[in-house]
């Protein structure tokens, strides 16, 4: 099955400031790679994703960058303001598998005004 | 639409009780997943289903059944409780799976404490 780490496991940024998450994974046929948010108290929402023929995507101030032959895609958001303060997983996917998502451990960010 | 709800959104059991955890979407899914989540580990697939009367375990069923008998409704199943089960439940679906790249719907959670 998929092995999934995410680094750093806390993360406190100044508002305005860059955040940069990275999930590593071990299933080289994984080739779907989502983030979810979780705000307190929430179930996850997907914010991003990407496919494997793809090595970034963005869209306003977040970004997903992929890295297939490493094994690792990140999540960067850039302008950080304090709603985006919350919980932050990656789980990467073969789409070719029934296997429901295999979720890394989490990321808590922290935006400080 | 509703998207997806689940039912209670808090419970409180003694050990060795059991109780049903509802879920439910209303976005014609095929597909519906219960997870677990615990402090530092994510969330943890418990079971899964690919559509009515199709179920399957995910990497940590012991202690859960379920069963999916129409599109809509996914219950999870406690049979005797226990302390380890102590945790927040959450409900999830999409639409299809296999072959596709598909976003996944999750419920509000359930927060089961057993003492």
């Known amino acids: 099955g998929e092995n999934v780490e995410q680094h750093p496991s806390t993360l406190s940024v100044q508002e305005g400031d860059s955040a940069v998450i990275k999930c590593t994974y071990s299933?080289?046929?994984?080739?779907?790679f989502p983030w979810y948010k979780q705000e307190l108290g929430k179930g996850p929402q997907l914010i991003i994703d990407?496919?494997?023929?793809?090595g970034e995507k963005k869209d306003q101030r977040i970004a997903v960058t992929l890295n297939k032959t490493a094994k690792h895609f990140s999540l960067h958001i850039t302008e950080t303001q304090p709603e985006d303060s919350a919980v932050y997983f990656c789980?990467?996917?073969?789409?070719?598998?029934?296997?429901?998502?295999?979720f890394g451990s989490g990321t808590q960010l922290t935006v400080l005004p | 639409n509703a998207g997806v709800t689940q039912t209670p959104k808090f419970q409180v059991l003694k050990t060795g009780q059991s109780m049903t955890l509802q879920c439910a979407q209303d976005m014609n899914h095929e597909y519906m997943s219960w997870y677990r989540q615990d402090p530092g580990m994510g969330l943890r697939l418990i079971h899964y289903s690919v559509g009515a009367g199709i179920t399957d375990q995910g990497e940590v069923p012991n202690g859960y059944n379920v069963s999916r008998s129409t599109t809509e409704d996914f219950p999870l199943r406690l049979l005797s409780a226990a302390p380890s089960q102590t945790s927040v439940y959450f409900c999830a679906s999409n639409p299809t799976d296999v072959g596709s790249y598909n976003e996944q719907f999750f419920g509000p959670g359930t927060r089961l404490t057993v003492l």
């Open positions: 299933d080289s046929a994984s080739n779907y």
């Open positions: 990407i496919r494997s023929n793809v």
């Open positions: 789980a990467p996917k073969n789409s070719g598998s029934a296997r429901q998502l295999t």
